[in-house]
């Protein structure tokens, strides 16, 4: 692999669930042969919305300040970029847009995590999928999914396919069409999220058969490894690139919320 590799969605302590810190993160990525990165920690929601699973608003300063010293002392050794992955969650738009507004972000990821208040991808709930239809569970993810779309907030969609998680996998298909007719008419990318291969389904997101239809639509792809320790930067990127390019995909960074090759 000639071409530049990025790691665009990596997360930090600050979330509260994941360990290392970004220098260690850096690090890894130096040692994996990766030419830059893209820290996407989650971010901060109003106090009621999922408060054990991302940073709080006034830990925002501090995310800031640790990955600006990871920049400078990576610099000229590794391209160290600063994003957030945000949440779309119905009647939180406004809040989310107070908080980019806060900082001029390289990369922010618009993600689906909760269906109502169920947080679906969360294993300590996941018996909830044995109470629920799953053709009208993905009819209802993916008209998120296009709501995070339309919104002109998010860069990327995250993760597109992550209610197969634990392996209910989508057996219609149709809605996660009409939800890539959305993505690419608003000009968005697909994070390729390698985080799959490590989850019980053994599969990256999105599934092979939506990595093709996204590159029929021309919707490229930003590499993220989800990463939550050191050890997972660049979790299998040779094989994310192949299955992107065997279809004829294109892989691209962001910057300063504009998209590069």
């Known amino acids: 692999m000639t071409a530049p590799l990025y790691d665009s969605h990596l997360h930090t302590p600050l979330c509260g669930h994941a360990s290392g810190t970004p220098r260690e993160y850096a690090q890894a990525a130096l040692d994996a042969g990766l ?17 054990p ?10 995310y800031i300040a640790q990955i600006q010293a990871v920049q400078r002392d990576f610099a000229g050794r590794l391209d160290v970029r600063l994003g957030l992955e945000a949440d ?4 939180t738009e406004k809040f989310v847009e107070g908080v980019l507004n806060m900082h001029d972000w390289d990369y922010v990821i618009g993600s689906v995590h909760y269906l109502g208040a169920w947080g679906f991808d969360n294993p300590e709930f996941v018996v ?3 109470e629920r239809d799953l053709g009208g569970l993905y009819r209802d993810y993916y008209a998120l999914v296009e709501g995070a779309a339309r919104s ?3 860069d990327a969609i995250g993760h597109l396919d992550l209610p197969k998680k634990f392996g209910h996998r989508d057996h219609d298909g149709q809605a996660a069409l009409h939800a890539l007719d959305v993505i690419a008419g608003q000009g968005l990318a697909l994070d390729f999220n390698t985080a799959g291969w490590r989850k019980p389904v053994a599969e990256a997101y999105p599934a092979p058969d ?3 239809a996204a590159a029929a ?3 490229p792809f930003v590499l993220g490894s989800d990463a939550h320790q050191p050890g997972e930067v660049g979790f299998r990127f040779a094989d994310a690139v192949k299955g992107i390019r065997d279809v004829g995909g294109k892989v691209v960074t962001f910057r300063g919320r504009k998209m590069h090759p």
């Open 35 to 51: 030419s830059g990165i893209c820290f996407t920690d989650h971010m901060p929601m109003p106090r009621w919305y999922d408060p």
């Open 128 to 130: 909830e999928y044995e």
């Open 88 to 91: 779309f969650h119905p009647g």
């Open 152 to 154: 002109g907030l998010f």
């Open 53 to 62: 699973w991302r940073m709080r608003l006034e830990q925002l300063p501090e």
């Open 217 to 219: 639509r021309g919707i």
């Open 210 to 212: 939506l990595v093709r």
